[in-house]
Structures are given as structure tokens and as C-alpha cells.
């Protein structure tokens, strides 16, 4: 069950991001870590385009993308929008 709710939070994360990414001007360079995993999510979900740099290798061995630009979202991308939008109405201030 820890798992599920893991997962399910994460994807919401993702989603998030797609919003927020849809109501900024394209293209937008993200070079934080976290927002790099998300947009490959998303890239490989066919939910946006994004270009990446070439994955660098660390002397630790940990593998890096240093850059993602994502250039478009993808009608799929603002279908998916639209229905998180409505599952997950923002909160209220």
C-alpha cells in the first residue's frame, strides 16, 4: 500500500509540473535535478517534447542530465491537463 501511495504521489508531482509547465512561454530550461526526472517521465508519457544535454558521468559513477528544454506539450500533455485539473481543483487562499 506504501508503494501505491508513493507512486500516486510522485505522478501528481509529474502532473504539476505539466500544469505548470503549460502556463509558461515554451521553451523553458529546467536544470534541477528533480524537475529533469519529472520531464523524462512526462517525454517518455508522449505528454511533451523536450530535448536533453548528453547524460554525463560522475567519478562516483552517478548519471546526470544537466539540462532538459522542454520545447512543446503535446495535446495528450494538455488533455491530461485539463482532466488532473478537474480530479485536483487548486486549493483555495
Request: net charge positive; proline share 5%; charged share 30%.
Amino acid at each position: 500500500m506504501k508503494r501505491s501511495r508513493r507512486r500516486a504521489g510522485r505522478a501528481n508531482e509529474c502532473y504539476e509540473l505539466l500544469e505548470h509547465l503549460s502556463r509558461r512561454q515554451l521553451p523553458v530550461v529546467c536544470s534541477e535535478p528533480d524537475e529533469i526526472d519529472k520531464i523524462l517521465a512526462l517525454r517518455s508519457a508522449l505528454l511533451l517534447h523536450a530535448q536533453t544535454e548528453p547524460t554525463v558521468v560522475l567519478r562516483t559513477g552517478e548519471r546526470r542530465i544537466e539540462r532538459a528544454i522542454v520545447t512543446a506539450i503535446t495535446a495528450e500533455g494538455r488533455a491530461a491537463c485539463a482532466l488532473h485539473g478537474a480530479a485536483f481543483p487548486p486549493a483555495r487562499r
